[in-house]
């Protein structure tokens, strides 16, 4: 079980990006007077204690990872996460399960101003994949045990899955459709897709189980976070 975390300021500004529950009332009042391009581009990363944010951003994560836990074994899977930030919920399901491996999808840049709404474009992102390696390496997952791909420049990975695992990001703040073809060549029978929602009965026409394991009512989209298996398409 991972009790500390590594980090340094840069990594906690992405961190804080990309998990915006770690706002402090602070930031969001900074946020609202001085605006989104100053909060991303100088109050993210300056007006920050990355010390607390590690803290706090552990203890989402544990809590992420009990709330999968209780529906899926990790031991001996093979993973990819689509847009998993930070990848700290891929650390606590390494530290906690055997002979795990990741392929990990991101987007290598931070939007300008970053505004968390629907994104048609699928042009806001929140990542740094030279930073993302360190990150994860400097916390434990050994560099064989993960590869990461850069969403604009890479081919994606050709293989079955056991878990596809996509938090906050496909279907959250982009289409699903995005990845639809590469689904179409990847999914198989057992492969299970996790991934927060507002609209589940969109998944349950395309698979033939579809779980609701969170109902998510704090959430500014009151999505719901399912597991999706049986793939029919
Ligand atoms: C709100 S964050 C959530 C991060 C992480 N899953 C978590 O729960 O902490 C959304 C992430 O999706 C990434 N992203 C955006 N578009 C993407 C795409 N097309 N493919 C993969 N990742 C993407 C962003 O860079 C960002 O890190």
């Known amino acids: 079980m991972i009790k500390n975390i590594h980090l340094n300021r840069d990594i906690a500004q992405l961190i804080l990006l990309q998990r915006i529950e770690l706002l402090t009332p602070f930031l969001k009042r900074v946020r609202k007077t001085l605006g989104r391009y100053f909060f ?3 109050a993210s990363k300056y007006f920050i204690s990355p010390k607390l944010i590690g803290t706090k951003y552990l203890e989402f994560m544990l809590s992420e990872y009990n709330l999968l836990k209780k529906n899926l074994n990790f031991d001996n899977k093979t993973i990819l996460s689509i847009g998993g930030g930070m990848c700290g919920l891929e650390l606590m399901i390494n530290s906690n399960s055997k002979n795990c491996f990741f392929s990990i ?12 709404g629907w994104d048609n474009e699928n042009r806001e992102a929140y990542n740094n994949l030279k930073l993302l390696e360190f990150f994860l390496i400097n916390n434990g997952l050994d560099k064989r045990s993960f590869k990461i791909y850069n969403f604009d420049f890479d081919q994606f990975p050709e293989k079955k899955f056991d878990f596809i695992i996509s938090l906050y990001s496909l279907d959250y703040h982009y289409d699903f459709n995005l990845y639809l073809d590469y689904f179409k060549k990847i999914l198989n029978k057992d ?11 969109y998944f349950k026409k395309i698979f033939e189980n579809v779980k609701i394991i969170d109902f998510m009512q704090n959430t500014v989209h009151k999505s719901k976070r399912v597991i999706c298996s049986n793939f029919i398409l």
């Open 191 to 201: 492969t299970k897709l996790i991934l927060d929602t507002i609209r589940p009965d």
């Open 40 to 42: 991303t581009n100088f």
């Open 105 to 116: 999808i991101e987007k290598n840049y931070i939007s300008k101003k970053v505004t968390y």
